[in-house]
């Protein structure tokens, strides 16, 4: 990439992690501006937004910072931490998740690469699952960096074509968007862990992201 290329890339990361942090930093203001009112009611309600939205701003916080961050000077990073941060995105967005051939690898370090990998790619398929559905996460090889399978199944299952672009070799840096610069940061991952992505869109309902 260029310089000008790379400073979009940033720009528009960082309006991907303000985007989707606002909403629940939003839902604790609101909470606050309930607890000015005179009511048992609202402050209980109060309470329970701001309890709530304060979580949900944390765990985000936490899945990008591993996801995007740099994390330490250590090429590799635990599993079960990865493991955890999805399976609570997951329970976030209501979808249902199964891993496969994970006892290798839960209480052992994976490439840092790898876990990025993972993180990110998840971010994509979930969000390919707007009225929730089934994941399945198979983890293949045991080289330096890992295969992996993610297979989503539910109604209206879709993977936009922008971000669809971002996800291919031939994507051009002047398509760049919000919808698309994670889509563009896994393609770099997967070249970077000497990989390639395959996408199969099954059915209507299912969508498979292979990484090999």
Known sequence: MTSRDKMKFAELLCSKLCHDLISPIGAINNGLEFLTEDSNDMLDDATKLIASSARQASDRLTYFRMALGAGGSDDTVAFEPVLNLVENLALEKKLGIVWVNIQTYVHSNISKLSGKLLLNLALIAFD?????????????????????????????????????????????????????????????????????????????????????
């Open 128 to 212: 390919c699952l707007p009225r929730g559905g089934n994941v399945e996460i198979t983890i293949g090889s045991n080289s330096k960096f890992l295969d992996l399978v993610i297979t989503v199944d539910g109604d209206k299952c879709n993977l936009r074509d922008d971000v669809k672009l971002g996800l291919s070799t031939k994507f051009d840096t002047e398509s760049l968007t919000i919808r698309n610069v994670l889509a563009f940061y896994c393609a770099n991952l997967v070249i970077s862990c000497q990989k390639t992505l395959w996408l199969e869109e099954e059915s209507p309902s299912r969508i498979i992201f292979r990484v090999s």
